[in-house]
Nanobody, 122 residues
Framework: QWLLVESGGGLVQPGGSLRLSCTAS????????MGWFRQAPGKERDLVAA???????QYAPSVQGRFTISRDDAKDTLYLQMDMLKPEDTAVYYC????????????????WGQGTQVTVSS
């Protein structure tokens, strides 16, 4: 079972950038579909971006063109580069492992970590 630790969040002004990292231990992420999710206060946790083991990528429409997901399997680390941040991007961001590429949005197989808080405010 993976142990996932997210980092890189913080307070940033609208239009700013942040780079999130998700480091996995106990088990390699190689060949697994990985995703970044976020949960804003009072809302459900939703998929933001996902990347398959072979490099296929999908984004939520709200972040398309602003966020970039990537992975370094040698380091068992997932990244999310967030540019042109908006106040509505404020949330706790989490990473997780999908049961499959087709199920990344609905079925995650690792325990959720503590996440990293992203706050976009002037």
């Amino acid at each position: 079972q993976w142990l996932l630790v997210e980092s890189g969040g913080g307070l940033v002004q609208p239009g700013g950038s942040l780079r999130l990292s998700c480091t996995a231990s106990r088990r390699s992420i190689s060949n697994y579909a990985m995703g970044w999710f976020r949960q804003a206060p009072g809302k459900e946790r939703d998929l933001v971006a996902a990347i398959s083991g072979s490099g296929a990528i999908q984004y939520a429409p709200s972040v398309q063109g602003r966020f970039t997901i990537s992975r370094d399997d040698a380091k068992d680390t997932l990244y999310l580069q967030m540019d042109m941040l908006k106040p509505e991007d404020t949330a706790v961001y989490y990473c997780n492992v999908g049961r499959s590429w087709g199920q990344i949005r609905t079925i995650q197989v690792a325990n959720w970590g503590q996440g990293t808080q992203v706050t976009v405010s002037s």
